[in-house]
């Protein structure tokens, strides 16, 4: 039995109702309100330390598929190859390794001169349109995860949620899991587990999802986290203090997007 499962125990669905209320439908993840402030942690990026690069991720794979050193990738009968490789992914996501550092989304944005998110937008693929080559991302730079921060983001997340929590490592929390990243999809019996906050590096290693969870909060609700399925980073909800440690944390990079509410 995984460490995860003792230490997170699964628990009524019910669990939501509230976020259900206030964030209204969570299929991707319930992203809340102010409450009464709120932040952006942005998922990690990396470059190569041989710097971006001249060729894309689409031209390498599609060099690789002319020279057969790789096999085309197929569903079934279905032609996955058609399209960009865009050069990004969905889901957890590790350090590439020691001749990978992390490239900031504020450095990334001076070079290239497109703004870190685009205002109105979320942080999303739509995001440093002038740093792809013909929408793939230059090979590298290994950029941001779809649906799920990084590890090292996420770690260093929970140390901080820890440090501004009522009861510091013993908060108990409640995670919640959307259904688009679970084995068997339910939109009836939603996926939540609960635990100490203390514990939280675990859910990393969940086995049933590849993913960090599309919602974290307190027993008391005075903070939230929403990582939704198709962005880039996660909405940090919750007072000031916590918020301010945020932006002023030298490991996480957030910025506060007035428009998303």
């Not at 339910?186 to 049933?208: E, I, S």
Request: aromatic share 8%.
């Amino acid at each position: 039995m995984s460490e995860m499962y003792r230490l997170w125990p699964q628990v009524p669905s019910s669990e939501t109702d509230w976020l259900t209320e206030l964030c209204g439908d969570g299929t991707t993840g319930f992203e809340p309100p102010r409450r009464p402030d709120a932040v952006w942690v942005l998922n990690a990026m990396y470059e190569h330390e041989s710097g971006p690069g001249g060729l894309s991720h689409h031209e390498l794979r599609q060099a690789a598929l002319a020279a057969g050193a790789i096999e085309p990738a197929r569903l079934g009968n279905i032609d996955l190859e058609i399209g960009t490789t865009t050069g990004g992914g969905l889901g957890r996501a590790e350090h590439p390794g020691p001749s990978y550092r992390r490239l900031r989304w504020a450095e990334l944005s001076a070079r290239c001169g497109d703004p870190m998110v685009p205002e109105g937008k979320y942080p999303s693929l739509r995001c440093f349109p002038s740093a792809r080559l013909d929408d793939s991302w230059p090979a590298g730079i290994r950029p941001p995860t779809e649906g799920s921060l990084d590890r090292p983001t996420w770690d260093r997340l929970v140390d901080v949620l820890v440090a501004h929590s009522s009861e510091g490592p013993n908060t108990r929390v409640l995670a919640y899991y959307n259904p688009l990243m679970l084995p068997a999809v339910d939109f009836d019996d939603l996926h939540v587990r609960t635990g100490r906050l203390g514990d939280a590096h675990a859910l990393y290693d969940n086995p049933d999802a590849d993913f960090s969870p599309s919602n974290l909060w307190p027993e008391d609700r005075s903070w939230i986290l929403c990582t939704d399925y198709d962005l880039w980073a996660t909405k940090v909800v919750g007072p000031e203090h916590l918020v301010e440690a945020l932006l002023r944390d030298p490991v996480i990079e957030a910025v506060r997007l007035p428009w998303t509410g």
